[in-house]
């Protein structure tokens, strides 16, 4: 305990004991001292916390997907595994599909394009489902049939439903998608659909088997029946022998209309996933299928079709009034398609 010191005078020193400290007021410092080195360690703690918080944030890493991840998740998007409502795909459920339609215009090839790519086992195309107004009457009535179409739900004679693994159908460019473009390219981009571009380079022999088949339809030369496509080498002389009148005057106008479109069509399906093939290519050059196949992403066999070319030879031998075409034709950008034979 301690002491303090009483001075009375200069010769006499008194040492007293200190006063006792009452048990109470002790217990009441040690509690308050307690008390405070609590509050104290608890706000060191506390801004401890923070600045260890604030440091994790300064360093910590944003994960970004690198190119190879960006492939990967393309190629995960652009394969599907329907289900269909009106039948099983059984063993074949896990088996991938992608989905195509292939965009072109009447009488570039279409249908004996079409043909070839349904020679491949995998591959279900189902035709020109959009010639029927009521499918393509506005956006929805085209969405709910592109629905059942890459459902696996729309039944033709080339559907291999249950294995397939590409499904589509063709689609010319006058059958609502010039017109629906914006929604159909979302669409398209949306739901993986894999754009396959078909046109002719030779617009002028197009506008003769246009003008040719347009006169069949109501002429039927073929036994009273009309046909498109034909299978056989006497059947494509029979049709062959119609000649068509070409309106020389429109003729320059009329070809520079279909290269605007094509041009167009190009410019608005841009963003989708798309290929561009030209007819008269995949006739010099059957390699170029190959390019399709891979990309579908199907296994590469010869593909073949039974179709024959209708108006073959020099195109003099088809138009009625050739010297008016040729004149027509000398001297501008299109004086090549009176020379090519395709």
């Known amino acids: 305990m301690a002491e303090y010191i009483c001075l009375l005078n200069k010769d006499t020193t008194v040492i007293k004991p200190a006063k006792k400290t009452p048990i109470l007021l002790r217990m009441i410092v040690l509690m308050f001292a307690m008390v405070c080195g609590v509050y104290i360690c608890s706000v060191c703690l506390k801004q401890t916390s923070i600045h260890s918080k604030i440091k994790f944030q300064d360093i910590q890493v944003v994960e970004r997907l690198s190119p190879d991840d960006d492939h ?6 652009s394969v599907h595994y329907p289900n269909p409502e009106t039948f099983s795909r059984a063993e074949c459920a896990h088996n991938p599909v992608r989905y195509f339609a292939i965009l072109s215009m009447q009488r ?12 491949h086992v995998n591959v279900s195309s189902n035709g020109e489902i959009f010639s029927v107004l009521d499918r393509r009457r506005n956006i ?21 439903n249950e294995c397939s693994a590409a499904v589509g159908f063709k689609w010319m460019l ?24 078909l046109f002719r380079r030779n617009l002028l022999r197009r506008m003769v088997s246009v003008l040719a088949n347009s ?16 299978h ?3 059947e494509a002389k029979t049709l062959a022998k119609y000649k068509p009148m070409i309106n020389s005057t429109l003729l320059i106008s009329d070809l520079k209309e279909v290269e605007i ?23 010099k050059n059957p390699a170029k299928l190959k390019d399709v196949q891979a990309f579908l992403g199907l296994p590469l066999m010869e593909l073949m079709s039974r179709q024959v070319k209708i108006h073959k030879g020099p ?23 009176l020379q090519a034979d395709y």
């Open 72 to 77: 990967g998740n393309l190629q995960i998007s």
């Open 108 to 119: 570039s090839g279409s249908g004996w394009f079409e043909t070839l790519l349904n020679s």
């Open 140 to 160: 929805s009535s085209i969405t709910r049939t592109l629905d059942k179409v890459y459902n696996l739900d729309w039944f033709t004679s080339a559907s291999k």
């Open 174 to 197: 006058n059958q609502g998608v010039m017109q629906h473009h914006k929604e159909i390219s979302d669409y398209f981009n949306r739901r993986g659909v894999f754009a396959i571009f």
């Open 215 to 230: 006169y069949d339809r109501h002429a039927k030369l073929l036994n009273g029946t009309h046909k498109s496509h034909v």
């Open 232 to 234: 056989s080498t006497e």
């Open 261 to 283: 479109t094509a041009a167009k069509a190009l410019e608005y399906f841009n963003s989708t996933r798309h290929i561009v093939l030209y007819y008269e290519d995949l006739i």
């Open 315 to 337: 195109l003099s031998d088809h138009v009625k009034n050739w010297e008016d075409v040729n004149k027509t034709l000398n001297g501008t950008a299109y004086e090549s398609f």
